[in-house]
């Protein structure tokens, strides 16, 4: 797991993944995942991420789409049916999560950032270009 901004179990969830649940061995496939309540909307890449090499993923919400970007490319996008509630969010992590079914993240995080907007592939891609 990436990270988990939530309010616990299915409660308010803003997630991203390297993979989805109870994978094992993961896929490696990157994973969003929206919940609000009982309600779920999630994205999951098909293509993979590759091991022992730096990769840039960032996770955009944009209106009703969210896209998953790889090395400031596209790799996964859908409409999204619900965006996350404007609430404030208690139990949030970042290489772990609320749900015992997903492993901790085990690798290394440059960086980690939440921007107000969301950013334009261009945008996407200065990050990833700039040195940290």
């Known amino acids: ?14 997630m991203f993944a390297i993979s989805s649940c109870c994978e094992k061995p993961p896929s490696l496939s990157p994973t969003a995942y929206i919940l609000n309540g009982a309600v779920d909307n999630n994205l999951i890449a098909k293509t993979k991420l590759s091991l022992n090499v730096w990769q840039h993923l960032a996770l955009v919400l944009e209106r009703n789409v969210m896209y998953i970007y790889l090395d400031a490319s596209i790799i996964a996008t859908r409409p999204s049916t619900h965006q996350p509630r404007n609430v404030q969010r208690a139990k ?31 945008e996407i891609l200065q990050v990833m270009n700039e040195d940290v």
């Not at 797991?1 to 803003?14: E, I, K, R, Y």
């Not at 015992?100 to 334009?120: A, H, N, V």
């Open 1 to 14: 797991m990436l990270f988990d901004f939530s309010n616990g179990h299915n409660a308010d969830n803003v």
């Open 92 to 122: 949030s992590f970042i290489g772990t999560c609320n749900y015992s079914g997903y492993e901790p993240f085990i690798g290394i995080m440059d960086d980690f950032r939440i921007y107000y907007k969301p950013l334009s592939a261009y």
